[in-house]
């Protein structure tokens, strides 16, 4: 086990904030697998229907208004990692299916940045399919969201020490927008569907509404997380 795997509903809230990511493995329930694999099928959308060009290498599908894939945003297990991190009321902003190409998903290491201070913003990778490193799985650098005072800037060309993810169809990993991570190149050309997630602190949610439409956001954001009513195990 490497940092913050999770088996179960025990997250241990000092090693989530020191790594900067907990992978809920299974979280998904196995019956919701084939629906949500059908549901990301059925929203695969062309690069030119999105209002912004998508990349070549990838799959992306138009599902945030699925029931089924609504339910995993709101699993409470995902509810109580996200306002663990974020740590005040927070809201579901995004999400939208993504799946690397035979031959793409290939990333550098980057960070997505939060928006206006360090920790209000989450996001949520819900594996849909097994993943590893054949099919284009996540790396993450555990650590590398809270630079110490005086540490050299992040090399994003160094993959020294990233940690190449793999598992099985249901997990899902959260992690703090800030955590250094990338996609890897799929070789094999074997399937692995997957949702990003995209959480929000309360506050930006004014902002969040200024670019909806250009992100092709249609699901209604207005349901809003108190991280009090999620018990985080552990």
């Known amino acids: 086990m490497i940092g913050s795997e999770i088996e179960g509903d025990m997250v241990d809230r000092e090693q989530l904030h020191r790594d900067g990511y907990a992978l809920l493995r299974r979280a998904i329930p196995a019956e919701w697998l084939g629906e949500l694999r059908a549901s990301f099928d059925a929203g ?45 009321r927070f809201f579901l902003s ?34 849909f399919d097994d993943y590893g490193p054949g099919n284009g799985a996540t790396r993450i650098v555990p650590r590398s969201h809270r630079p110490a005072q005086g540490d050299p800037q992040f090399d994003f060309n160094d993959e020294s020490r990233s940690v190449q993810l793999s598992g099985s169809a249901g997990d899902i990993l959260v992690f703090d927008a800030d955590l250094v991570h990338a996609g890897s190149l799929n070789s094999t050309g074997a399937r692995r569907r997957s949702i990003l997630i995209c959480y929000f602190a309360e506050q930006l949610h004014a902002s969040h509404l200024e670019t909806a439409q250009l992100r092709n ?18």
Not at 52 to 68: F, I, K, Q, T, Y
Not at 102 to 116: E, F, P, T
């Open 44 to 88: 695969v959308k062309p690069s030119h229907r999105w209002p912004v060009p998508r990349g070549a290498d990838w799959r992306h599908a138009l599902v945030d208004l699925d029931s089924n894939v609504q339910a995993v945003c709101r699993l409470p297990q995902v509810l109580a990692v996200v306002g663990e991190l974020i740590g005040e």
């Open 94 to 127: 995004q999400v939208e299916g993504r799946e690397p190409l035979l031959g793409g998903g290939l990333q550098k290491l980057h960070r997505d940045l939060s928006a206006h201070r360090s920790g209000d913003t989450v996001h949520a990778l819900a594996y």
């Open 217 to 234: 956001i249609r699901m209604n954001t207005a349901d809003r997380f108190d991280p009090l009513e999620f018990a985080l195990g552990g």
